[in-house]
């Protein structure tokens, strides 16, 4: 069963991308689907990144793989939290 | 080889009275009603209240959508909603996906609140880091290039940044491509959301804004009058389409005018006082471009802010250039109304003078009744405008900061 935080964290990118993607609709924002599908640019993913920092106060290193999926993205934010969590 | 003509076929702006369309506009304008309102600015660190022109009615969000407008400064905002209503007055197909039409863009100091958001998030916030969008959201050539996106335009995509004069630049630059042959379409126009704490301080430090209150800050702009007493800075955007005249007759377009000349020249002088020979050679250049006669025009749509000096300078200059013909030549400042949008100003302006020839009906100064001893000499047009009245031919004057001049020719269809 998905851990809150994982809840939280895909909430937190659908209601982002709803307002920064006009062909995004909530229900394709889903751990497959592909960032280059949804309309998801380098950009745009900085912007993502810095939201989840303010919101979570979580800081994610700048030198992180680019994912390919939001479920990538997600396993990237949960292994961030965890290690920040055992500092 | 033979010049080709250029008509103007389409027309948009940020109606800074509310919701209305450009007939709306220029019905108001013809009225001489004044947009200016007291406002009291949000977000700033200290109180500031003053009279302005703000699009407040105008919501990007509404507009545009939540992905365009969260992708774009306010100038940008105001820059695709009017190049977006220009293009389907024009009556072209949505999106175009031609490269042989462009974009011409004006603005003063582009994304300025983007940057002094930015500063305010640094410095005061002491955050670390500012958005990732913040240099395309605040370069100045952001607003052209989503127009660009927006109406599928693969020609020349350029930006005049020229004070005051940036509009009428990208108005001129772009009418000489078609009329050369480089393009057959372009859409042309400017922007400015300069209605921040930190522009607005600059503007006052320079001495040069009117003051007022709630109750007088509707005249507070009053070009040529004998107290006059600064300009009154606005935001808005306004936008043209302009394109070949074969292009436009064999499309079926509806001709509102034609751009007829177009003249650039710089004072070479001051950084900030006006100069009336540099501004004579421009009005004479864009006559001379035209081929109109002085005698052929019957409307000035000048510069003139409301300030104390470069009112009577426009206005010399006007005489030195129709010498006895100025004192028949009906001049109007419709700033004194729709306020100073600096970088989108002679975009406003261009579009006024535009819809004056198609409606020959010439516009006033609003707020006066006393001329300036200074600035006598021409057919001031005052308070309300003339409907019904022949315009065969105008002007639209536009003198910036740093001396740079530029004057736009326009001919009534039925006159060409």
């Known amino acids: 069963m998905p851990h809150d935080n994982d809840m939280n964290d895909l909430a937190l990118i659908q209601n982002f991308l709803k307002d920064r993607v006009a062909s995004a609709s909530v229900d394709k924002i889903v751990p497959d689907a592909t960032l280059t599908e949804l309309g998801i640019d380098s950009l745009m993913l900085v912007e993502l990144i810095f939201e989840f920092e303010d919101k979570t106060g979580i800081t994610v290193p700048s030198d992180i793989p680019l994912p390919n999926t ?18 | 080889m033979k010049k080709r003509r250029v008509a103007i076929t389409g027309l948009g702006l940020i109606n800074p009275y509310g919701e209305g369309d450009v007939e709306d506009f220029f019905a108001r304008i013809m009225r001489g009603e004044s947009a200016v309102r007291y406002h009291t600015l949000s977000n700033s660190p200290r109180p500031l209240a003053l009279p302005l022109v703000a699009c407040s009615h105008f919501n990007p969000i509404a507009v545009l959508g939540p992905p365009l407008a969260n992708a774009m400064d306010r100038f940008s905002h105001f820059a695709v909603a009017s190049a977006l209503s220009a293009w389907q007055d024009s009556g072209l197909a949505k999106h175009s996906n031609r490269d042989d039409y462009g974009v ?17 998030t640094l410095y005061f916030e002491n955050k670390e880091k500012v958005s990732p969008l913040s240099i395309v959201l605040a370069m100045n050539n952001s607003a052209a290039s989503h127009i660009a996106m927006q109406l599928g335009l693969g020609g020349p995509c350029i930006t005049s940044t020229v004070a005051c004069a940036s509009s009428s630049v990208a108005i001129g630059e772009a009418f000489r491509r078609i009329r050369e042959g480089a393009v057959n379409l372009m859409l042309v126009g400017g922007s400015e959301a300069p209605l921040s704490y930190g522009v607005i ?8 804004l ?18 006059r007493a600064g300009l009154t800075l606005a935001e808005g955007g306004a936008a043209l389409v302009i394109e070949d005249w074969e292009h ?3 499309r079926n377009a ?10 650039n020249t710089c004072d070479r002088t001051h950084i900030a006082r006006p100069d009336s020979g540099g501004q004579a050679r421009a009005i004479a250049a864009a006559l001379a471009d035209s081929g109109l006669h002085p005698h052929e025009i019957d409307y000035v749509n000048a510069h003139d802010t409301s300030t104390v000096e470069g009112d009577a300078i426009e206005i010399q200059s006007i005489k030195t250039v129709f010498g006895e013909h100025a004192g028949k030549l009906a001049v109007s400042a419709t700033k004194s109304m729709h306020g100073h949008s600096l970088g989108a100003a002679s975009a406003i302006e261009a579009l006024i003078t535009t819809l004056a020839l198609y409606h020959q009906a010439i516009p006033p100064t609003a707020n006066v009744t006393e001329i300036g001893a200074d600035c006598a000499g021409v057919d001031h047009v005052l308070i309300k405008g003339r409907s019904n009245v022949p315009v065969r031919a105008a002007l639209s004057n536009s003198f910036a900061f740093g001396g740079s001049n530029a004057v736009l020719a326009f001919r009534s269809v039925t006159s060409s």
């Not at chain 2, 994304?111 to 500063?119: H, K, N, Q």
């Not at chain 2, 301080?201 to 040069?208: D, F, I, K, S, T």
């Open chain 1, 70 to 87: 939001v479920g990538e993205l997600l396993q990237q934010l949960k292994d961030i939290r965890s290690q920040q969590a055992t500092k």
């Open chain 2, 104 to 120: 011409s863009w004006g603005t003063g100091s582009g994304g300025s609140l983007t940057i002094e958001r930015g500063y305010q």
């Open chain 2, 201 to 208: 301080r600059a503007w006052q430090a320079m001495r040069v």
């Open chain 2, 210 to 227: 009117s003051e007022g209150d709630a109750t007088t800050a509707y005249r507070a702009c009053r070009p040529f009058s004998a107290n």
């Open chain 2, 248 to 250: 436009a007759l064999a």
């Open chain 2, 254 to 263: 509806r001709i509102y005018a034609e751009i007829a000349g177009y003249g």
